[in-house]
C-alpha cells in the first residue's frame, strides 16, 4: 500500500493477536449455546467490556503524549488484554459451569508449526526487496506448505485428518 501505512504496523502487530483470542472466544460461546446456557457468561461480558473502556481511556490517554500511534497501539492492547481476560474466563467459567476439560496439550504441535512458519516467512520476506502480486501468492503457498510439512514432521497430523482432508477435496 505504500509509505502512508507503515505507521499502523506497530498497531496492527498487537491486533493480530485478537485472531487467537477471537477463535476462543467464539468456542467457549458456541460451547454455552450448545449446552443452553448463554446466560452464564453475562457477567463475565459486563466486566470485560467494563474493563475495555477502562483499559482504553488510560493507555490512550497516557500515550497520546507521545504520539498517535502509540495512541492508537494502547487501544490494541486495551482491546488485546480485554479478549484474553474473556477467553480465559470463559474458559474457567467453563471448567466450572459446564464441567468441560480443556486440553491444550492438543495446541502445542499447531503453535510449534506456526511457528516455523513465522520464521521461514519472515526470513523469506526479509531477503525479498520487493513483493509483487506473484510473489504474494508464492509466500500463502509457501507458508502452507512449510506448516503441513511441519505437521506431519512431528506428527500433528494423523490418518483421521488425512482422510477428512481427502473428503473435503473430492
Do not use: C, H, R
Request: cysteine-free; proline content about 2%; charged content about 15%.
Amino acid at each position: 500500500y505504500g509509505q502512508e501505512y507503515l505507521l499502523a504496523t506497530l498497531p496492527l502487530y498487537v491486533l493480530s493477536l485478537l485472531i487467537i483470542f477471537g477463535v476462543l472466544v467464539t468456542l467457549f460461546i458456541n460451547l454455552f449455546s450448545a449446552f443452553e446456557k448463554p446466560k452464564e457468561y453475562f457477567k463475565l461480558l459486563l466486566i470485560t467490556i467494563f474493563l475495555n473502556i477502562f483499559l482504553n481511556y488510560l493507555l490512550i490517554k497516557t500515550l497520546m503524549k507521545y504520539s498517535l500511534i502509540w495512541a492508537t497501539t494502547g487501544s490494541g492492547i486495551a482491546t488485546v488484554t480485554s479478549w484474553a481476560f474473556y477467553s480465559f474466563g470463559l474458559a474457567i467459567l467453563s471448567k466450572k459451569v459446564l464441567k468441560v476439560k480443556i486440553n491444550l496439550k492438543q495446541l502445542i504441535k499447531p503453535i510449534i508449526s506456526s511457528v516455523v512458519m513465522v520464521i521461514v516467512l519472515y526470513i523469506t520476506i526479509y531477503y525479498l526487496d520487493k513483493i509483487t502480486p506473484l510473489g504474494s501468492i508464492l509466500e500463502i503457498i509457501l507458508g502452507v506448505s512449510v506448516y503441513l510439512i511441519v505437521m506431519l514432521v512431528i506428527k500433528g497430523i494423523n490418518k483421521e485428518d488425512m482422510v477428512f482432508f481427502k473428503n473435503i477435496f473430492k
